[in-house]
């Protein structure tokens, strides 16, 4: 999956010398870009663009770098946003929006690089703890420590997540469960899919997780169980994870 790069600056030519440097380190990078700050938020509330890294200009009319930066991240907390600027008097304002990094302009390809490599080096980390999917044209990036647990309903897979929302999908559990690891997840259902971190407690033949008891199917009773006392006895001594 190419890594989606989006850019923000007022200056075309600064836009062009950064497209030619990025594509120059990947050419399958997948680079949109901006001159204008609202619009790129509009256009990152409104589309189904999905963002790994964001190069922002500080200094634009209307809208600035840092405020867009700040309407970015109230949405995604995971862009690796990289201010690319004239100014080193911004550092205080980059860091309070948890910017990646920092670089000045005129650009410097081998800070960029450098900077991409860390960059590209945790997006893989992340993504290979996440599952992705999509729904009516939206794309997902999902977490595996944020699903409580993962239900079939009526050819609609629906992702629990803990802060109480609900992400859907079309698809089936058999499929799904094939992309999630099975350290973390337990099939106990034809129609359930457990996270074993999130368990509170397990019975005769369900798991509870929070205030919701899942049931624990005749079929998947046995390796349910054994997969459940495996992952517990992997965290003795060390807490739930």
């Known amino acids: 999956m190419p890594i989606n790069i989006s850019i923000c600056d007022d200056t075309k030519e600064d836009i062009e010398i950064l497209k ?3 594509y120059a380190y990947d050419h399958s990078f997948d680079i949109i870009s901006y001159t204008d700050g609202q619009a790129m ?3 990152f509330l409104d589309t189904t663009h999905n963002i790994d890294i964001l190069f922002l200009d ?3 009319p209307g809208i600035d770098g840092i405020k867009t930066a700040e309407s970015i991240r109230r949405e995604r907390k995971d862009i690796k946003i990289i201010f690319i600027t004239s100014s080193k008097e911004h550092y205080p304002q980059a860091y309070e929006v948890f910017a990646f990094n920092y670089i000045l302009k005129p650009l410097d390809r081998e800070r960029l690089y450098r900077i991409l490599d860390h960059a590209l080096e945790q997006i893989n980390k992340e993504n290979s703890q996440k599952i992705c999917f999509s729904y009516k044209s939206t794309m997902y990036s999902v977490n595996y420590l944020d699903i409580l647990f993962i239900e079939s309903r009526d050819k609609i897979i629906l992702f629990h997540k803990v ?3 609900a992400l859907k999908c079309y698809g089936k559990l058999d499929h799904i469960e094939k992309e999630l690891p099975p350290k973390t997840f ?4 034809q129609s359930f899919i457990v ?3 999130h368990i509170t407690e397990m019975g005769a033949n369900y798991f509870r997780i929070g205030q919701v008891l899942i049931s624990i199917s005749k079929k998947n009773l046995k390796l349910a169980k054994e997969r459940y006392y495996e992952y517990l006895f992997s965290h003795m001594g060390r807490g739930r994870a």
Do not use: F, P, Q, W
């Open 195 to 197: 996270n074993t971190s």
């Open 163 to 165: 802060d109480g929302d």
């Open 58 to 60: 500080i200094y634009m």
């Open 41 to 43: 938020i509009d256009d």
């Open 186 to 189: 337990i099939r106990c259902h």
């Open 20 to 22: 030619e440097a990025l």
